[in-house]
């Protein structure tokens, strides 16, 4: 049975966003991205990529 990662770490999620650990940082202090604090570890939730993603469709205009 594989399982499906519930949390990405910073460079995880940077990666699969394709911007900078240090700029999914500075959205999540800009509030932009929602993180789960587990101790010392930042975590993202798959789906709140997904949700930054959509927010950045709605944002260029539609051709």
Known sequence: MEMTKLLLNVKEAGAALGISPWTVRRF??????????????????????LRLIDEGRKVLPQR
């Open 28 to 49: 999540i202090n800009e509030g932009k991205l929602g993180a789960v604090r587990l101790g010392r570890r930042v975590l993202v939730e798959p789906s709140e990529c």
